[in-house]
């Protein structure tokens, strides 16, 4: 089983960018026009005059007539459209602007121009010098960091992106889809650690009060899972198909079950076993490998119905040639197999080896006659067998034969390495209800 037919990453979360006007109002101008004419006013002609624009406008009030003086040429570029003048009017805007609420002002500006230029980058800057100026009205902080994240990750420039996600969840811990873009941030710089707890977190509270995590989330947390060769893969695995019963889940759950288990041939052909059942057989090495573990399990009837599956759904191709010639091998085996298997059942029955019935309950298994199966499997289990073994194969045997009840017996009494395949079996149980 190759674990690169899993795909298991989640898209990085890029919110569009949500660009802050400028103050548009001719408030704005008219309060820059009046401080610059009252540098000629008395001061008492003056100190009304400014209390109607602290009244209007809190940001212009602020300004000194200095910054007044180097704003107001930029603003009138600004509002005129007048890109070239308002570009050769930034520099002397920028380097007047002293105050928190100047510096914010011009960087409303500068994006202005940006959005009237189609500059990007221009647009990215206004936006850092806004968040920089100190002057930016709480209200609008959350905009500028998820528009300043944004920018960065449209240039691929995840660190930048990271710090204004982190204030964003500082301001709203529980907002799932920033949480997300986050870890996939955390992941693109390396801090696995980081992500996997970040998916953590939008997984327990996706699930809050009985709601259902997105797919993607636990497919995402499946493969952090599988690369790190974690135990909690197989709590994943099974929760991931318990929200989401599609062929594909099945599929890359059942892959990383085995591939995590080191499973041999004998755990393979259980495995592909249950994939068969949920119909999650995808590609070309599921029926190639389930035919291999069949055939070493003398399971013939198995081995041609899987390879013939393959072959007719094409999804055998490269293997075509190997799938036939394994077809026309077993074909030659099954008539005499079947004529034998009545009068050996009745020797394995009356012997003590656990060995004969076993071998033979995988043989009627393979022919699809799951009642005579499960009577050797459990022949096998009081001869002493294997009970981890048989008792996966007595359960998939009565589940495919339709008694339920006893299937879900056998398959709670596994243990050890086959214990989580015998939870997915419960699974998929449950899910044909």
Known sequence: MNMSRAALAVSLVAGAATLLPVPASAQVLDSLRQRQRSQTQPQEQQQPQQQQQQRGNARIGDLSREESAVILPLYQAVQASDW????????????????????????????????????????????????????????????????QADFAIRANNFAAAEAPLTRILEANPNDVDRILQLAEIKNRLNKAEEANTLYQRALQLSSTNGGTAPEALYRRLLGAAYQARSPQAGELARNLVRAYPNPANWHDALVIYAELGNANSALKLDTYRLMRAAGAMTAERDFVDYGEAANEAHAYGEVKAVLEEGLRRNLITTNAAYARERIGVVNGRIAGDRESLAGERTAAMRGSDATAPLRLADAYFGYGDYAPAAELYRA???????????????????????NRAEAETAFR????????LAQLWLLWLSSRR
């Open 84 to 147: 070239p003048t308002a570009s050769g009017a930034l520099a002397a805007a920028q380097a007047g602007a002293r105050t928190p609420a100047a510096r914010y002002l011009v960087g409303q500006l500068l994006l202005q121009i940006g959005r009237g230029t189609n500059n990007q980058q221009q647009q990215s800057q206004a936006v850092d010098a806004m968040l920089a100026s100190g002057g930016a009205p709480a209200e609008a902080v959350p905009i500028l960091l998820t528009t």
């Open 413 to 420: 009494a596994v243990t050890g390495p086959r214990a989580e």
């Open 380 to 402: 096998a289990l009081q001869k002493g067998g294997d009970a981890n073994l048989l008792n996966i194969r007595l359960g998939a045997a009565l589940a495919l034969a339709g």
